[in-house]
């Protein structure tokens, strides 16, 4: 084996947009120092799945000088914090590209990624290392001396729970009509959230009724992120009461620090079961889907008197819940309105918020899906899809595109208009609405797009 740095890299991810929010990630396990290898294990580089940071790890295993040597493999939740935890379904492939039906496979169905210290969740012997190694045996790709490891995840929940004590919040604020208390700070997909609580209602109408509410908090955020929102579905709970109580969800998007949730979440304490919860009682939120939305302008620029003629749009710069800075700006040549987006170098991008990574376009690849609308002033049935939606691109100072053409069917004219659908004389700019499904940063420069064969959906399927 040729000696240099071991390395295991994602090199595509492929979400399915299914119901259980699957996505596919393909890595390139790179052996090429198995001397390093026995003394430290490999960790790949970081993905990003529902509103966290996920990352594989290779180790090896073996014993003695004749005992058999194993890789094994496991998958870390990235972005643990203290009262948080996710559960989640995965599958590991490591894949035999010669005949499919020996690929390797370790799964697991909602297990539990916990804070301080998130375990990992793998198998220890997954793999014989020389059967791995083995040339002409399916799974060392030659010449590149790679191995395909495959992670699939699905179904993923994030919840947030914190211990109070009922009696004694309705002691310490007995002078209140509506004692309440307030979670600490969480952060998910780059924003932060907390949860407000009324143990006998927020309002009369409630009626001794436990009222609960999900909010952002705004307060440490950057002024970029004013641009910047979240939706969400989630319940809420209470030990182990639900409310919704069916399995159904509140969704909301998350704009301002103004809660959503219910002022009649759950029975009144005094002829319910939480009344017979003494001590401190497990509550918080399960969130099941996160989606960062993004809502930046294109103004109306008028030069010289009012006509259709002379008005342009003026670009816009916006930055995402990751930190990269974007442009935004319409084709003038298009007779529909045409828009471009295009990454901007490191130069120009934000900090990524705190505690999460984000690697400079100079050094990686940007794969991005999401789905865009072009904004109603007047009537949000007249709000439009861009055509193709999702969108999936990927930006590369390697490669000969650097902006994506998002078409539309509305006329040039129409979007110019300030007493039309889209513009008008009080706010004379388009708002756009951009939902980031999905940001991964892809280590290296691509000069080539790479290819998603059919065999990896039916290698999924089939295993």
Partial sequence: MMAGANSLQLHRALPLNDSENTELFTFKLSLRNLEEFKGRHIKSSVIFYQGHEWYL????????????????????????????RCKADFRIIMRNIVDPTRSLVTEGSQVE??????????????????????????????????VIVELAMKSCSTILE????????????????????????????????????????????????????????VGNESEYSALLGCRLRYRFFIGHLFCPSSSKTFEYTFKNEQGYGRFRGFEPIQEGRIFKMQGPT???????????????????VTKGYYHLSNITFEDTLFSDHRGNRWKLSIDPDSPTLNLLMELMDEGDSDPPPQGKSNLPLSDSTKFVQWRAYVMSRSDR???????????????????????????????????????????????????????????????????????????????????
């Fill in 57 to 84: 790890t290779c180790k090896y295993s073996g014993g003695g000088k004749d005992a058999a040597a194993f890789i094994g493999i496991y998958v870390y939740w990235g972005s643990p914090a203290e009262g948080e």
């Fill in 113 to 146: 990624f916990s804070a301080p210290k998130s375990p990992g969740w793998g198998k220890r012997e997954f793999a014989s290392l020389p059967e791995i190694l083995c040339p002409g045996g399916g799974f060392l790709q030659e010449p590149e001396g790679i």
């Fill in 162 to 217: 914190q211990y109070v004590d009922f009696n004694q919040i309705m002691l310490q604020q007995r002078d209140q009509h509506f004692p309440s208390h307030f979670t600490s700070n969480f952060r998910l997909g780059g924003l932060e959230f907390y949860l407000s609580l009324y143990p006998l209602g927020d309002r009369p109408e409630a009626d001794g009724y436990v009222s609960i509410y999900l909010h952002r908090f």
């Fill in 282 to 300: 497990p509550i918080g939120v399960e969130v099941v889907a996160c989606t960062p939305i993004i809502q930046p302008e294109i103004k109306l």
């Fill in 381 to 463: 049935r007249k709000t439009l899809p861009v055509i193709g939606c999702p969108l999936t691109a990927y930006f590369s100072r390697g490669l000969p595109q650097k902006n994506f053409n998002m078409t539309t069917n509305i006329p040039l004219n129409k979007a110019k208009s300030l007493d039309g659908d889209y513009s008008s004389k009080e706010d004379p700019a388009l708002l756009i609405r951009l939902e980031m499904l999905n940001i991964q940063d892809i280590p290296g420069v691509l000069y080539d797009y790479p290819t998603l064969d059919f065999e990896r959906f039916q290698l999924y399927h089939t295993r």
